[in-house]
Every structure is written in C-alpha cells, then in structure tokens.
C-alpha cells in the first residue's frame, strides 16, 4: 500500500494520443473519451499528435476538434512520421495536466480503465499501469515474439520491466516531468517509464483487437524495436560476446597444445580439411555476429551523439486558437 500523499482534488487529465493514419478510429476514439471522461467528474484535456499520417487523419481530427469549440484540445502534426516513441514524446511534453493518460487511437486501450486508475492514483500510486490479460486481434505470431521478448528482456535488464504492458498508463505529473529529464534520442519508453520507478501499480484488462486499420508496426519495425529495448538497457550481449571470446580462445589454446604433443608424438598427419574449414567458417561466423552486436551499440551511441531533436513539429494548434505553423522544438 502506497502512503497518501495530499491530491489536487480536481485534478486536470491529459489524455494524449499519438496517432498515424488512424482517420478511421480517431471520430470513434473522442467519442469514447467523451464518454467515460466527463462522467469522472474532473476538467480534461486532449492532445493529439499526429505522428506523419499519410491518410486523412489530420484534416479528421481537425474537423472532430472543431466541432467541439468546448473541447480543451491540442493537436500537434510532426513534420514526418518520427515512430510512435517519439510522437508520444512530443504529445507528453505538450500536456498540461496534473495525471496523464497516453493512449493509442486505435481504441485497444479502453478509456473505461481510466476511473479505475484513477482511483489508485488518488490512494496514492504516482503511476498505475494496465497490463493485459488477454491480447485479441494479434496473430500467434505476435504474441509469441512479444511473450518472448518479454521473457528475454526481464533476464538481460537490471530494470524491472513489467511484462505484457504497453504505453496505457496513468501517470502524475511528477512521473512525467521525471520522463522529460532523461535525454535520450533512442527513447525505448516502457522502459523508461519502468527506469524512473516511483510507486507503481498494475490493473489488468483484455486487450481487444483494434478497432479499424492496420497496426503500424511491421515484424521490421518490431525487430529493431526490440533491438533498441535491449540496448539501451543491458549490456548483457556484450558481456556474453567478451564471455564467448574468452572461452573460444581458452578452448582453442588447449586444442593447440594438444596438436604439438600428437605431432611430436605420431609425426604429421595432413588430412584435417573438413576440421579446418569448421573452425575458419565457424570463427569468422562469430566475429560478425560480435561486430554485429558492437555495431548495434555503436550506431546508437552514434545517434545519441548527434543530439538530433526527437521530432519536428510542422504544425501545433490549439482549440481556439490560430494555427501557428512551423514551430520546431527542442
Ligand atoms: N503509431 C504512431 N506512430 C507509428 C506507429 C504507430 O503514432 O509510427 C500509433 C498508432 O496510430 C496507434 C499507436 O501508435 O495509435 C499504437 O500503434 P499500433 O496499434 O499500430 O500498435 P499495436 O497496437 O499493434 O502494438
Ligand atoms: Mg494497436
């Protein structure tokens, strides 16, 4: 049980989504939210980033916001698509609100879970997450890797990272202003969000599938997604390389010892192709795979050294506002 600590009473909730080409489900997601926010009982607002769709998304959630004047809303369209991380990013550090929701727009994080959590916050939990019971909608395929990389990434990470949860929380302001902190370009964010710690708690829900489209995430995309989580926080793949090396080496020394005596015990012996092939064949295997995984590392640290801002905004606008284009950030 976490202890209370004093909550604005009326506190304000951001829900934020960062969206890519999701014209069809953004009408549905507003509505939903409209739904199940107002009756909570507390002011909200929304922010929409628009993580470069290439569909009518933007000119939808243009035209769904303006139907509503009432709506507190911002929308921010990115200059490209800059990946779901990233958007969200942009969409956390745009919202204003004293707890903040991110969520996807493809109505697979129910809102109804929101009072729920609310409530734990208000016991005193500064981040209460939803992990998911049951994953409708994604292939075997899907929840095989992701059951896998979870499992795979509990044993490599010193973080803790709660399995089976994605980016649908409730978080406090503390949480994301402790998110707008950490400066890195690669911003593999259940892990940060896992990182900065607080207290924490879990409710759990079935996932339904989404509700219109396709997900934006190829098996591609997933890969280095996965790549990026494990990098940037295990070091274990170079441990296990050094470990390995040191092994082969070991062996192939005892090996090489082994071959003076037999030559000076039974004299030379040429045959030894296939023997010969193996180890040549299976060592340069090896060191590609060790260059490999040094180049995984290296190419992010050549990312995080180019200091790159994490989107660009081509256009943010404010409900009642005029539009103010090209106003980049960070
Ligand atoms: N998304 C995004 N940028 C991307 C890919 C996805 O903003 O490059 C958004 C997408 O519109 C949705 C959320 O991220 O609101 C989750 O994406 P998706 O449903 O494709 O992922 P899945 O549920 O399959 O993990
Ligand atoms: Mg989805």
Known sequence: MASSTPRPAQPLLSAVVPFLNEAENLPRLIEALERTLPPLGQAWELVL???GSRDDSLAVAKAELQRRPQLNATLISLSRNFGKEAALTAGLEAAQGDVVVPLDADLQDPPELIGPMLEQWRQGFDVVYAVRRRRAGDSRTKRLTAFGFYRLMGRLSSTAIPADTGDFRLMDRC????LGQLPERSR???GLFAWVGFR????????????????GWSYWKLWNFALDGITSFSRVPLQVLSAGGLLIACLALLYGAWMVLRTLVFGID?????SLMTAVLFLGGVQLLGL???????????EEVKRRPLY???ERWRQGNALDPASTHR
Not at 292 to 302: D, I, M, T
């Open 49 to 51: 980033v628009d993580d």
């Open 175 to 178: 949480v994301v202003e402790a």
């Open 188 to 190: 593999f964010m259940k």
């Open 200 to 215: 924490q708690t879990a409710i759990t829900y079935d996932r339904d599938a989404r509700a219109k489209g396709q997900s």
């Open 270 to 274: 040429l045959p030894g192709y296939a």
């Open 292 to 302: 490999g995984v040094l180049g995984e590392y290296l190419g992010r640290v050549f």
């Open 312 to 314: 660009l905004v081509r």
